[in-house]
């Protein structure tokens, strides 16, 4: 894990973040992580009623960053509450960690539309600029599910539509679910962006998607066919 001790003069400014996190060492950790990189912490919470409670009394709060597993039980409390804030708070993004791959979190995640939502394994926080591009994506509106939930979808469901895939289109697949833009997943696959535009065209013909401009309604209409193909 890496960090500087002190925010450089161009760190970008905000969100504004809660987090709901159980353990005491792991919630300082990240609150002092993303304190240094310019990100304001407005509460730091152990449990789901708790964070609930924040949402409530902080409106200009811009993200939570929400543990799945909380007290009292330690089983779906963070997903429970992610899930509610969307709901009574559609304007607050919510981004889910998690110890272990459960991608059926990533359906349930989806259940009200996949605009300002995200899910990442814990493994993810020792990469901070990795972290922090992702927190800073969803909480502007986009959408963002760890590349080992996806590829676990992909290789669990091998016989649906996903079979029709290239080894290539799987991966452009896979890359565009975290919610990177052509150019960005022509820069992580070292293609180029017209290689990829042609990959995701014939990726939405094979998954019989609707094809549209909008970078949200894209990532939404590729992680709604995986929370369909998740339930088969």
Request: some cysteine; aromatic content about 2%; glycine content about 8%.
């Amino acid at each position: 894990m890496h960090t500087s001790a002190h925010p450089t003069p161009s760190a970008e400014k905000g969100p504004r973040v809660v987090i709901a996190e159980d353990s005491v060492l792991l919630r300082s950790g990240m609150a002092r992580l993303l304190e240094d990189s310019g990100v304001e912490i407005v509460e730091q919470v152990g449990d789901a009623e708790a964070l609930l409670r924040a949402v409530e009394e902080h409106p200009d709060v811009d993200l939570c960053l929400v543990d799945i597993r909380m007290p009292p039980t330690y089983s779906e409390e963070g997903i429970q509450a992610g899930i509610a804030i969307r709901q009574r708070h559609p304007e607050v993004a919510v981004l889910l960690l998690s110890q272990h791959v459960v991608s059926r979190y990533a359906a349930d995640l989806l259940g009200g539309g996949s605009s300002k939502v995200g899910y990442l394994l814990k493994d993810r926080v020792a990469d901070i600029d990795e972290f922090l591009g992702v927190l800073r994506r969803v909480a502007g509106g986009g959408a963002a599910i760890d590349p080992e939930v996806v590829s676990q979808l992909l290789s669990r469901n091998r016989d649906n539509a996903l079979d029709r895939l290239t080894p290539r289109e799987a991966e452009v697949l896979e890359v565009m679910a975290q919610g990177l833009n052509n150019a960005g997943i022509a820069a992580r696959l070292t293609v180029t962006e017209r290689a990829v535009e042609k990959h995701i065209r014939s990726i939405f013909t094979k998954l019989d998607l609707s094809q549209d401009d909008h970078d949200h309604r894209r990532v939404q209409a590729v992680l709604r066919y995986l929370r369909g193909a998740d339930r088969t």
